[in-house]
């Protein structure tokens, strides 16, 4: 069993709020740069000189679901960071959507002895013997945005229980709080998938009771056979009101089809994820909505931990617990998209 996020309860930040985060965080590396503890500037000849960093080059690998939008932007926040640092050798590597293929992939990575691995696992539960083979062999494992089941070094993500609740809530007020919704879901197996459907149901429960979920159907993440998907839905259900999918591509997914059928002013469909093409389609007044968070900064986030841990000289048994780092968020909808910058969209 994965260890359970702490929820906690509060609402979505605006842009304000996430940059003022972004902020304090660059304010405390500021900090700690320039030696101001406590409120008392230290100055360079209080102490002795800092060593340069080390030369010796360490090789890290992101081992990713599948080519993505998502994974995409995740691998250039990484690389971004490593650049900087020029003593890391940065590989993407394709799980091609299989859970084998990655794990093929994570005993090869394992046996070079990388300084740290970077996972979106295929299944989180078909990973987990792999990140427990990489913790044995001291590599740090950090997952994006879907958890192992296995307990590792760290797991980085934007709250998706939390988030499909808010996605409920926008959805419901957009319905008027009655009517009929399907779900086009991801494949069981995968962490993400249950946090955003159990918190949207959740969301409905606690602020729409009047909306009912009629379907849940698997789409594999994948614009084309959303259509697919909705398509059937809606020929046997011509009065649905409102449709979530669980990823941007399967929403988009849904508005085609809804533009092609001529309703996509009388259906109410909300994505998840935030990717630019989800942005613009919210401008032009098609999708509802989407849960969108900086996906550059995830991928900078989690490079900067994996680079502390492999300079510090870290091993994964070292870890008495699994971190946990949760990225701040914005539900994106007609009123609030604009808040959202060129450079943060991917």
């Excluded at 379907?215 to 409102?242: E, H, M, Y």
């Excluded at 093409?277 to 931990?305: C, H, M, N, P, Y």
Aim: zero cysteines; hydrophobic letters at 45%; proline letters at 4%.
């Amino acid at each position: 069993m994965s260890k359970k996020i702490p929820a906690h309860e509060g609402t979505t930040g605006t842009r304000r709020q996430i940059l003022g985060g972004f902020s304090l965080m660059a304010l405390a590396a500021g900090a700690a740069a320039t030696g101001a503890v406590g409120g008392v500037a230290l100055t360079a000849s209080s102490g002795p000189a800092m060593a340069a960093p080390s030369t010796k080059r360490r090789k890290m690998v992101f081992i990713q679901h599948q080519p993505h939008t998502v994974s995409t932007a995740w691998s250039e926040g990484l690389a971004e960071v490593f650049k900087v640092q020029g003593n890391i050798d940065y590989q993407l590597l394709d799980g091609q959507n299989k859970a084998d293929v990655q794990i093929s992939l994570m005993d090869t990575v394992i046996n070079d002895k990388v300084a740290a691995i970077f996972l979106q696992p295929a299944d989180s539960v078909a990973l987990a013997p792999s990140v427990k083979k990489a913790a044995r062999a001291g590599i740090p494992v950090i997952t994006l945005n879907i958890d192992a089941t296995a307990p590792h070094a760290a797991h980085i993500e934007m709250s998706h229980y939390l988030g499909a609740i808010e996605i409920a809530k926008a959805m419901g007020d957009k319905m008027g709080g009655q009517g009929k919704v399907v779900i086009i879901n991801a494949p069981p197996g995968q962490t993400v998938r249950d946090a955003r459907t159990n918190g949207f149901m959740e969301g409905l429960k606690r602020h729409h009771p009047g909306i009912k979920v009629i379907a849940d159907q698997v789409a594999d993440w994948d614009r084309k056979k959303a259509q697919d998907v909705f398509s059937t839905l809606l020929a046997a259900n011509p009065d649905i009101g409102g449709v979530y999918g669980v990823n941007d591509s399967m929403a988009l997914g849904a508005v085609d089809v809804a533009k092609t059928k001529g309703i996509i002013d009388k259906v109410v469909i909300f994505g998840n994820d935030g990717e630019k093409d989800a942005l613009e389609s919210i401008e032009r007044g098609e999708l509802a909505g989407t849960q969108f968070t900086d996906v550059f900064q995830q991928g900078r986030f989690a490079a900067a931990v994996a680079t502390v841990l492999a300079t510090g000289g870290v091993p994964a048994t070292a870890f008495a617990e699994q971190g946990y780092l949760l990225m701040p968020y914005v539900i994106a909808t007609k009123e609030t998209v604009a808040s959202i910058q060129p450079s943060q969209r991917w």
